[in-house]
């Protein structure tokens, strides 16, 4: 796709001028570049030189004649829909820190809403992604003095501190953190339309952006990767693991597209969604020759006899471990337990030792196929947790963000006992607050 050189100073090829989204949206809306320039306050001339940058950054033809006006191409629709969305971002974040304004609450809406930029909100993401204006700096190819001065702009225009600390030991205050989020979620829908016109251009070489928890990443999530990839081969996925408070802000702030695992039962964080696949339980897992697995049907006494591997503390898992030790007597204080985060670490513990652990089958299914570990054939009440797809609320997929989640259906029911999968049309898990 074919990108012209930037409109401002210090952007990257690839994004708009936010005034010429605002001019397409308008023009598309009267039916006129005209009085879609008289609504932005631009003259008719300098309108058409715009709408042509916009041509050329997006490679694509915005607007045809319709009888006595215009109207969006297909492909203008696209960057019409996806301009508007980076747009209501930039706004929400204007109406929310409007108030705390050290300007009239009007005055700070209307200057945030249409003086930001482009530079502006790369210069805030930037800095939050890596922490200084120096690394802000590295990240965009730009000098640190363009950073900041980027940065401290957009904190003049909205009347709010977006900073403090001094010299090297600076962060974001609680609105900067909140504009910054706003700021990303706005450039990944300008990424987006790039995309999704790709993929109108029959080429699908799009991104797909997975946050996995423990239970869905070793066979559910890689099951439906491959299945999807297979009919978009050049298309660029990246997987990434973490805990979920991570993994949550990611996607709150659109690093990544989804987040796949066990569903929050607490209240969620603001802006997301969870979609129920499937119900899961939890087993007592060991190494296949384990004395327990032997004896066939374990006593709870016979549980107190082995050590145990156990979740991070604040984890599901590690709560209804908790839970069950109490109610069981589990002996942890004799010969102590061991706490890990890391499935890797936990299996190799399984296997060289005597350990037990309490784990959902499916994040151990490859080594329970191949006989490496085994299923102790202890009942353990009260286990059961859903699994499910955590998105922003509001989120367009793109098709190949459609088809993903499409395969990501056919791995769970490839996977999973169709007792215990959740109906597509079943209600939402939970819903963002509002």
Not at 8 to 31: F, K
Not at 60 to 79: D, F, H, S, Y
Not at 135 to 141: E, K, Q
Not at 198 to 226: K, M, N, Q, Y
Request: glycine share 8%.
């Amino acid at each position: 796709m074919a990108l012209s050189s930037p409109d401002e100073p210090g952007d990257a090829p690839g994004y708009p001028n936010l005034r010429h989204i605002r001019l397409l949206e308008a023009a598309v809306r009267l039916q006129s570049i005209s009085l879609g320039a008289d609504a932005v306050h631009i003259s008719q001339p300098a309108a058409s030189q715009a709408l042509a940058k916009l041509e050329r950054i997006f490679g694509v033809k915005l607007l045809e004649r319709q009888g006595n006006g215009i109207c969006a191409t297909p492909e203008g629709e696209i960057v019409n829909r996806r301009g508007q969305r980076a747009l209501d971002h930039i706004r929400e974040a204007t109406q929310r820190i409007s108030a705390k304004s050290r300007m009239a609450r009007g005055l700070a809406y209307d200057r945030l809403e249409s003086r930001a930029t482009i530079t502006h909100l790369r210069a805030l993401q930037a800095f939050s992604e890596t922490g200084s204006f120096t690394a802000a700096a590295s990240y965009l190819s730009q000098t640190e003095p363009s950073v900041q001065r980027a940065a401290r702009e957009i904190e003049r225009i909205g009347g709010v501190p977006l900073f403090e600390g001094s010299h090297r030991n600076i962060f974001l205050t609680p609105e900067g953190s909140l504009v910054a989020a706003k700021a990303s979620l706005a450039l990944r829908e300008i990424d987006t339309a790039h995309e999704e016109l790709r993929e109108h251009a029959g080429l699908f070489d799009g991104r797909l952006l997975i946050g996995t928890l423990p239970l869905a990443r070793t066979s559910i999530v890689p099951t439906a990767v491959v299945d999807a990839v297979a009919s978009y081969p050049r298309a660029r996925v990246e997987i990434l693991d973490g805990s979920y408070d991570t993994l949550a802000h990611l996607l709150s702030i659109g690093r990544i597209d989804m987040l796949i695992g066990a569903l929050r039962e607490e209240e969620l964080p603001k802006g997301l969604r969870q979609l129920p696949l499937f119900e899961d339980e939890l087993s007592i897992i060991a190494r296949a020759d384990h004395p327990l697995v032997r004896v066939g049907r374990p006593t709870t006494e016979d549980l107190t006899a082995f050590p145990w591997v156990v979740a991070r503390a604040g984890t599901p898992n590690r709560a209804i471990f908790d839970r069950l030790s109490e109610s069981m007597r589990l002996n942890r204080g004799g010969e102590g337990y061991i706490e890990t985060g890391s499935l890797v670490a936990l299996r190799g513990i399984l296997k060289e030792s005597n350990y037990l652990t309490l784990l959902s089958k499916h994040q151990v299914s490859w080594e329970l196929e191949s006989g490496a570990l085994a299923v102790v054939e202890f009942p353990v009440p009260d286990t059961a947790r859903t699994i499910g797809l955590t998105t922003r609320k509001g989120w367009e997929e793109t098709r190949l963000q459609k088809d993903f989640i499409a395969a990501l259906r056919r791995s769970v029911a490839k996977r999973v006992d169709p007792r215990f999968i959740v109906p597509t049309h079943a209600p939402v898990h939970a819903l963002a607050k509002r």
